[in-house]
């Protein structure tokens, strides 16, 4: 492989692995060869190939999968025509296998009494729901949602799949606007324990209060994501 002396010798290998990923040498889905084969292949370091790597990731183009390997993936073109969506499907680089819910009923925590606009006396719907592809959790959900939002919506609690709708889709259809707000965080016993991960890897936290057309809140949604299997698009 001949480079350019204008060029880095990394965008080269990573224009040579673009082209082998959009051309299905490589397959969706599928695992690249190990760095030794691929640096060899390449004709390349290992250091020079890491460079490539690290900038097909931050593009989309793969997932590296700690003790796993690298994967490439898919590309499925996902539309985003509405502000509000659910980011913990919508923005996953790959397809969402299944989600494990966690919920119960309880009078509101004093954040939530202060960003929900709540009473001591009211109750509220608390959920954490963890999302995997296949048997690895990529992010999960904290939400907090008033029984007077469940009401509006006409959600029978006692019905598990009218629960998950609401968490899933009905909150985020059902809002005009909200408020956001994006940071990094360093994963604590909570992260460790839902997503599988070690203590203090770098995460990304979205914290939304979704509202109606009375700019009154309906649902508090925090959003917990593991950078490698997320790509964050809004529509403002």
Do not use: W
């Not at 350019?4 to 673009?18: D, Q, T």
């Not at 292949?41 to 690290?54: C, D, G, M, P, W």
């Not at 005009?176 to 965080?185: G, P, Q, R, Y």
């Amino acid at each position: 492989m001949t480079y350019s002396n204008n060029i880095p010798s990394y965008v080269v290998v990573y224009n040579a692995l673009y082209s082998d990923i959009v051309n299905q040498v490589y397959e969706e889905g599928e695992f690249l060869p190990s760095e030794t084969l691929l640096a060899k292949k390449y004709e390349v370091s290992r250091n020079t190939l890491r460079q490539a790597l690290a900038v097909l990731n931050e593009d989309g183009l793969i997932i590296k999968s700690q003790g796993k390997g690298t994967l490439v993936a898919i590309r499925t073109t996902k539309e985003v025509n509405h502000a509000l969506f659910n980011p913990m499907r919508v923005s996953c680089k790959d397809i969402i296998t299944h989600v494990e819910y966690l919920y119960n009923f309880a009078p509101p925590t004093r954040i939530a009494k202060e960003k929900l606009r709540l009473k001591q006396s009211d109750l509220i719907l608390a959920s954490n729901n963890i999302y995997y592809v296949q048997d690895r959790p990529v992010g999960f959900s904290f939400i907090q949602i008033p029984m007077k939002t469940i009401e509006k919506f006409g959600v029978d609690v006692s019905v598990e799949e009218e629960v998950e709708e609401l968490i899933e889709t009905k909150i985020y259809s059902g809002a005009v606007n909200a408020t956001m707000t994006i940071k990094l965080i360093y994963a604590n016993e909570m992260e460790v324990e839902f997503l599988g991960i070690e203590a203090m890897v770098p995460i990304l936290l979205s914290e939304n209060i979704l509202l109606d057309n009375k700019s009154e809140p309906i649902a508090r949604c925090k959003c917990y994501f593991i950078p490698a299997y997320y790509d964050l698009h809004f529509l403002i």
